[in-house]
C-alpha cells in the first residue's frame, strides 16, 4: 500500500485529558511523585495497580484517615500526574524501591504498605528489600508471584500478560477510548456490574501523551525470574484479601503465598465477595478487616 511521505496517522487518543486536581508532589527515588494525602497519625501508603490509578482508594482513603492514619496514595511512577521515568524502569524491585523512598521523603521511618495488583508486587517488594520500613503489609488481589504456580486456567486468564508486550499494544489498547479498560475489568471481576465513572480516571490518565506507555512498560519488564526484593523471605505481618469471584485468582493460590513468609503465623488470607477490584466491589466486607489488622499492635 502506497503512503505519501507526508502522511501522518492520527493520535491514538481522542479524549480531552481533565487535569488532576488536589494533589500534591514529592521527590523521591529520582522522581516527582503525585499523591493524595488525608488524616494524621501513623503512615499508610495505599498503592495502586493497572489499569487503575490513585482514585482506585477513593473510598478507602478517608476510612483510614478516620481511623487515626495519615494516609498517602500515590499515583505509580508514569501515571499522569507522576512523572514517566526517563530510565524506562519498571521491575517489581524499582516499584519497591518508589515505595520504599517515599517513606523516608514523607519523613517516616516505616509506614504501613498496603497494595493492589501491581501494587501489590511492589509491596512485596518493599517488604523483601526493606524489612526495617515497613510495619504491616497489605495486599489485594496478589499472591506473592514467587509462590505463583502456573495453571492453564490460570494462564488463560492472566493472557494480558503477553498480549500487553506485544508491539502495538498501546495502539490497540486505546481504540474506542479505551474500550480495553472495561474489558479487563469485566474479565477479572466477573460478577461487578461496573457503571462507566469507574472507568474515568484511569482512561483520562491515560489520555496524557507517555503514559499510557509507561504503564504497559510494567508488562514488557516482566521477567519469569523473580527480582531479589520477591525472593527474599518476608518478615512483616501481612494480611492477603483475595475475591471470591476472581475471574483468574482461586483461593488455593492466596493460600500458597504462605510459603514466602519467614513465619507463617504471620500470614493471613481473608476471602471477601468480588473479583480482582475487591476493594471497590464489597467496601463493608474489605474496611473491616482492613482496619482491625492496621489497628493491632
Known amino acids: 500500500m502506497y503512503v505519501h511521505p507526508g502522511f501522518r496517522y492520527p493520535p491514538l487518543v481522542t479524549r480531552q485529558h481533565i487535569p488532576e486536581q488536589g494533589y500534591k508532589t514529592i521527590r523521591a527515588n529520582g522522581l516527582n511523585i503525585a499523591y493524595f494525602e488525608e488524616g494524621e ?8 495497580g493497572f489499569p487503575d490509578t490513585a482514585h482506585t482508594w477513593d473510598e478507602v482513603r478517608p476510612a483510614v484517615a478516620a481511623a487515626g492514619f495519615r494516609v498517602v496514595c500515590p499515583f505509580n511512577r508514569g501515571y499522569a500526574p507522576t512523572e514517566v521515568p526517563a530510565d524506562g524502569k519498571y521491575d517489581s524491585d524499582t516499584l519497591g524501591k518508589d515505595v520504599l523512598a517515599l517513606i523516608t521523603a514523607l519523613g517516616e521511618s516505616q509506614a504501613i504498605v498496603v497494595g493492589h495488583d501491581w501494587g501489590a508486587s511492589a509491596a512485596y517488594s518493599a517488604a523483601g528489600l526493606g524489612p526495617d520500613k515497613v510495619r504491616k503489609l497489605v495486599t489485594v488481589a ?12 490460570a494462564l488463560w486468564g492472566s493472557r494480558h500478560f503477553l498480549t500487553l508486550k506485544l508491539p502495538g499494544a498501546a495502539k490497540r489498547f486505546a481504540r474506542n477510548d479505551f474500550a480495553e479498560v472495561e474489558r479487563l475489568y469485566k474479565r477479572w471481576s466477573p460478577t461487578w456490574d461496573a457503571p462507566p465513572e469507574e472507568f474515568e480516571a484511569v482512561k483520562n490518565a491515560y489520555s496524557v501523551p507517555g503514559c499510557l506507555d509507561a504503564a504497559l512498560g510494567y508488562y514488557r519488564a516482566l521477567s519469569p525470574i523473580p527480582t531479589p526484593g520477591l525472593r527474599a523471605k518476608i518478615e512483616v505481618p501481612t494480611l492477603v484479601f483475595g475475591g471470591r469471584d476472581d475471574g ?30 475487591l476493594h471497590r466491589e464489597a467496601f ?8 482491625a489488622f492496621l489497628n493491632e499492635p
Open 142 to 153: 496478589i499472591p506473592h508471584p514467587a509462590s505463583l504456580r502456573p495453571t492453564l486456567a
Open 41 to 48: 497519625g501513623p503512615l499508610v501508603l495505599l498503592i495502586h
Open 248 to 277: 483468574v485468582v482461586t483461593e488455593k493460590m492466596f493460600h500458597a503465598g504462605v510459603s514466602r513468609f519467614k513465619d507463617p503465623g504471620q500470614y493471613k488470607v481473608v476471602m471477601t465477595p468480588g473479583g480482582h477490584f
Open 284 to 291: 463493608a466486607e474489605f474496611i473491616g478487616p482492613l482496619l
